[in-house]
């Protein structure tokens, strides 16, 4: 082979590029956002909360089975309406209830995008950046030091996307067991926020109000998530403190 001609992309089973699962997510993401942005909203939760409540009485099963697999899409192909959801969940299975089937398929619908997106580009981005100089290989043996806590605190920090959250640890070569586990432990906090927004959403509905979706952001809820960011970025303090006065 010349050493002019370009080496042919990784291929999976079957032929097909390893790419081509990352970029279905992409397509499908786009269309979703085209066609669904009007349908996941407090609005349609609103007018339809009368039918899911006798949905929810009369196939508890089939609602949660239901539930778990909406919420994947949502999350695995980034469509909107993510927040909505997890308010329904509240709506109908209550806080606890609730929470946990929320977490649960977060985390699952995460996954899916960390596999694609190492599959498809992961290995190879963290290779380059493996034999880069400079501050780009510093960064990733940064991330790498201190793995757990970052992770955690790019679950816990409600600033940072969550679709950002899930493609750049899969970028940098995270293992898949500690990207499930600080996902699963990560977004708890925020999901029972709106979980419990959702489970006084009877309430909000007779009153013909609409809920305050930034309460996330009000100092007695953020308060305590700022203090759990601040428990997961201790570790990383200390090793930068031991580090100075072992220099």
């Keep these: 082979m010349s050493v002019m001609e370009e080496k042919p992309q990784p291929q999976a089973k079957g032929g097909l590029p390893k790419w081509v699962p990352l970029a279905a997510i992409g397509l499908v993401a786009v269309f979703g956002a085209v066609t669904l942005k009007d349908t996941l909203t407090f609005e349609a939760l609103a007018a339809n909360r009368e039918a899911l409540i006798a949905f929810r009485d009369a196939n508890l099963t089939a609602t949660i089975a239901a539930y778990l697999a909406i919420y994947i899409l949502i999350v695995a192909f980034s469509f909107p309406g993510a927040t909505i959801a997890t308010l329904t969940g509240g709506f109908l299975f209550g806080l606890a209830t609730g929470t946990l089937l929320t977490v649960f398929a977060a985390t699952i619908g995460a996954t899916i995008i960390f596999l694609a997106a190492r599959w498809g580009l992961g290995d ?45 640890p899969a970028l940098v070569g995270v293992r898949l067991d500690r990207f499930v586990f600080t996902t699963f432990f990560g977004i708890i906090p925020g999901t029972a926020v709106y979980t419990w927004v959702g489970a006084g959403l009877g309430e909000v509905f007779a009153s013909g109000e609409t809920p305050n979706l930034g309460i996330i952001f009000e100092p007695h809820i953020l308060g305590p998530i700022l203090g759990l960011s601040a428990l997961a970025a201790l570790p990383i303090v200390i090793k930068k403190f031991r580090k100075s006065e072992s220099a």
């Design 124 to 168: 190879r981005l963290a290779a380059k950046m493996d034999a880069s100089e400079g501050k780009v290989k510093q960064l990733k043996e940064g991330l790498k030091e201190n793995e757990l806590s970052v992770l955690f605190l790019m679950r816990l920090v409600p600033a940072i996307p969550f679709f950002v959250a899930n493609l750049l």
